[in-house]
């Protein structure tokens, strides 16, 4: 399983906080992981869109899209930092 | 070097003396607070939430800190960031750099402030006159991070 977080608007687009899945294979990426996501349709195709202003995060680290997950990561969506 | 995430405000002249206190060596206290302006996209602010990704947040601003660190020959630096509904005037964040001297103290403070705007986990939904919208990123503020050229941005 691997545990996934949604921050911000994304967060109230998609009406999630927080969930676990399975890993989508043995050797996932986080592209693979929004795929598997974007699979589920409507909300979730609409708004997990790779147009740069979706920024991801593996175990407390940005990282791109090609970044490995593994077993137990936990990975984060949300939209580019506002903060300062 | 430390970081604190909060909900309460700040004294901002406590920390700066913090920064010097038993050393000797400082000759430079630099410092950066941001404000909670009224106006925003020509629109009025009546308050600000912000949000943030508890335990990456601390991690990234610590992150932050290294780095300048090992790019500036300073003493020690603080980042203090708000967290919550803030209103007009409020204090929303403060960074101090000490050093022996001014130069790589104003730089790494600007460095901080730079990376911050771009890396760390906050996010700021603002109450308007239009209603409640989530603040967009700012393209300036990724050209200000560009200019340290950081190798993983």
Redesign the interface.
């Given at each position: 399983m691997i545990n996934l977080?949604y921050?911000?608007?994304l967060k109230e687009e998609l009406g999630v906080t927080h969930e676990a899945i399975a890993l989508p294979a043995a050797s996932a990426n986080v592209l693979s992981v929004v795929q598997t996501l974007q699979a589920r349709g409507g909300k979730w195709q609409d708004h997990l869109v790779s147009d740069g202003?979706l920024k991801f995060?593996v175990n407390?680290?940005?990282v791109n899209v090609d970044a490995p997950v593994r077993d137990g990561d936990e990975v984060?969506f949300?939209?580019?930092?506002?903060?300062? | 070097m430390s970081v604190t995430v909060q909900q309460q405000d700040f004294d901002a002249g406590a920390e700066m003396a913090a920064l010097r206190k038993n050393n000797p060596k400082v000759g430079a206290v630099a410092s950066f607070i941001g404000v909670v302006r009224d106006m925003n996209d020509g629109d009025s602010v009546a308050d600000m939430t912000l949000e943030h990704y508890p335990g990456m947040t601390e991690k990234a601003l610590e992150d932050i800190e290294a780095q300048a660190k090992t790019r500036w020959d300073i003493f020690d630096t603080r980042i203090i960031h708000r967290i919550g509904t803030l209103k007009p005037t409020d204090q929303i964040v403060m960074v101090v750099v000490s050093g022996a001297h001014r130069g790589e103290a104003f730089a790494a403070c600007e460095f901080i402030m730079d990376y911050l705007k771009t890396a760390a986990p906050f996010w700021k939904k603002e109450s308007t006159s239009q209603g409640a919208r989530w603040v967009d990123a700012r393209v300036s503020d990724d050209a200000a991070m560009a200019r340290w050229k950081v190798g993983n941005k």
């Amino acid at each position: 399983m691997i545990n996934l977080k949604y921050f911000a608007s994304l967060k109230e687009e998609l009406g999630v906080t927080h969930e676990a899945i399975a890993l989508p294979a043995a050797s996932a990426n986080v592209l693979s992981v929004v795929q598997t996501l974007q699979a589920r349709g409507g909300k979730w195709q609409d708004h997990l869109v790779s147009d740069g202003k979706l920024k991801f995060a593996v175990n407390h680290v940005m990282v791109n899209v090609d970044a490995p997950v593994r077993d137990g990561d936990e990975v984060a969506f949300f939209p580019p930092v506002t903060g300062g | 070097m430390s970081v604190t995430v909060q909900q309460q405000d700040f004294d901002a002249g406590a920390e700066m003396a913090a920064l010097r206190k038993n050393n000797p060596k400082v000759g430079a206290v630099a410092s950066f607070i941001g404000v909670v302006r009224d106006m925003n996209d020509g629109d009025s602010v009546a308050d600000m939430t912000l949000e943030h990704y508890p335990g990456m947040t601390e991690k990234a601003l610590e992150d932050i800190e290294a780095q300048a660190k090992t790019r500036w020959d300073i003493f020690d630096t603080r980042i203090i960031h708000r967290i919550g509904t803030l209103k007009p005037t409020d204090q929303i964040v403060m960074v101090v750099v000490s050093g022996a001297h001014r130069g790589e103290a104003f730089a790494a403070c600007e460095f901080i402030m730079d990376y911050l705007k771009t890396a760390a986990p906050f996010w700021k939904k603002e109450s308007t006159s239009q209603g409640a919208r989530w603040v967009d990123a700012r393209v300036s503020d990724d050209a200000a991070m560009a200019r340290w050229k950081v190798g993983n941005k």
